[in-house]
């Protein structure tokens, strides 16, 4: 995988006109020099005549370097009783950021996926699921690639200097935890280079990711932002543009006023920016994609960004990447009158080390069918984890017969995650058995 880094472009220029910041240069340099030929006159005229420091923070210039401008000569006399150095316009950093792209609809080929219905609106080539450009082609070369994008987003150029890493190009449908383990190990071993990152994701199965990256790199301390799109960004009405600047927006929200330092795996859809491993994909095609029923928004983006800085991760421990997955997990929905002896059988023997039961309400099930079951379930060594079918409210099964008698067999039911989480989290916890499924790693529960 390669990674071209595409310098900003230089960001002063000399203007047909003076701009206010050059005139109020001129300006004082013009007074200073003009204080300093009479400065000889008086002592007290010397000591008035000091020149007060130059104020220009709000003329700040976005880029990575700062401009010296030096003030004229004053004649020998006057430069005998005052010292002068140069006027200095400290200029405003941008962050370093890299993006990784690992596919969707966002970097889609919009002319190979798209047609025009009868009424003109343009729809998905049925059967299709859209066509992704092939990882060797032009179009997917970092370079080519990031100049497209900057293209049809300048603003982007405004908030970061970015590089372009281009981990894989697929329907997020086919990214699981092989491609897990693969982005993990590259945002690891580009944590020192930068200091945030942005993710390019499919929505179908973003909400996965984003809960394994928050896992697997908990005590990351740096923004690492999902977003995607509904529609390919080359197509008129495509939301892609605004996530991308909303998500930059927020990955680099320290180096801003009111400078919020964000230090989590969050997923930023739609104007909301959510935890990561907190997030669900609740609607197919509208814009508010995702949503976070069991956690409030850690930001809402409008006219302002308006931050909620007291639901954000305040990361503690030391930073420790676990980058080993075990992909032997199933979701068990409880389902009315279905009998798991029948529709899942033995479990353990054919291979499945860890279920993730999924409830009624906060923690009941059916007794007469599922305590057998998993009964001899968790005898031959099955691991499971409760979580509710409901998509908010807290997981209590001690207070139903049943749900207690499950915490008995030594079913783990903690504080309540998102099904996406609990699955991702108990491949983790199957290959770090130190880790305990009902203690959080980040703030997942």
């Not at 079913?411 to 991702?424: D, F, K, L, N, S």
Request: aromatic content about 6%.
């Amino acid at each position: 995988m390669s990674v071209l880094a595409l310098a900003p472009p230089p960001t002063f220029t000399r203007p047909a006109r003076r701009t206010p910041l050059q005139a109020f240069v001129r300006r004082s340099a013009k007074e200073l020099r003009h204080s300093n030929l009479h400065a000889s006159a008086s002592s007290q005229a010397t000591n008035s005549s000091e020149t007060p420091a130059i104020d220009v923070s709000a003329h700040e210039v976005p880029c990575s370097k700062s401009l010296s401008v030096t003030a004229p000569r004053a004649p020998s006399s006057a430069r005998a009783q005052t010292s002068l150095g140069p006027i200095v316009l400290v200029a405003k950093p941008l962050a370093r950021v890299l993006l990784l792209h690992t596919g969707g609809t966002l970097g889609m080929d919009s002319h190979a996926s798209y047609e025009e219905d009868v009424d003109g609106h343009h729809v998905l080539v049925s059967g299709t699921g859209g066509k992704y450009h092939a990882q060797k082609s032009q179009s997917l070369k970092p370079g080519n690639m990031l100049n497209n994008l900057l293209g049809i987003v300048p603003e982007l150029r405004q908030l970061a200097n970015l590089d372009l890493k281009v981990v894989f190009n697929r329907d997020s449908c086919n990214i699981g935890p092989k491609e897990w383990v693969t982005l993990a190990k590259a945002l690891d071993a580009s944590r020192r280079n930068y200091d945030a990152f942005l993710v390019v994701h499919g929505t179908d199965t973003m909400a996965y990711t984003a809960s394994a990256m928050s896992l697997m790199l908990a005590g990351f301390r740096k923004p690492i932002v999902f977003t995607g799109s509904q529609l390919p960004l080359a197509m008129p009405r495509s939301d892609a543009r605004q996530n991308l600047i909303d998500s930059l927006t927020c990955a680099t929200s320290s180096f801003n006023p009111p400078h919020v330092h964000l230090q989590e795996v969050a997923l930023c859809f739609g104007g909301k920016l959510l935890r990561g491993n907190r997030a669900r994909k609740v609607h197919s095609n509208v814009y508010e994609a995702f949503a976070s029923p069991s956690y409030p928004n850690l930001a809402r983006m409008g006219v302002d960004v308006e931050w909620n800085t007291g639901a954000m991760l305040q990361p503690e421990g030391v930073y420790r990447p676990r980058l080993r997955l075990d992909p032997a997990v199933l979701r068990v929905p409880i389902v009315p009158g279905v009998d798991p002896r029948v529709a899942y059988g033995d479990l353990v023997g054919r291979g499945v080390r860890g279920v993730v039961l999924e409830s009624f309400g906060v923690g009941n099930m059916p007794s007469s069918a599922w305590l057998p079951w998993l009964r001899a379930q968790r005898k031959a060594g099955l691991l499971v984890s409760m979580v509710s079918q409901c998509a908010g409210g807290a997981l209590q099964p001690e207070l139903y017969a049943s749900g207690s008698a499950a915490l008995a067999l030594g079913v783990e039911a903690g504080p309540q995650m998102t099904a996406e989480t609990a699955a991702v989290k108990m491949m983790l916890c199957l290959q770090y058995p130190d880790l305990p499924l009902g203690v959080p790693l980040a703030g997942e529960m």
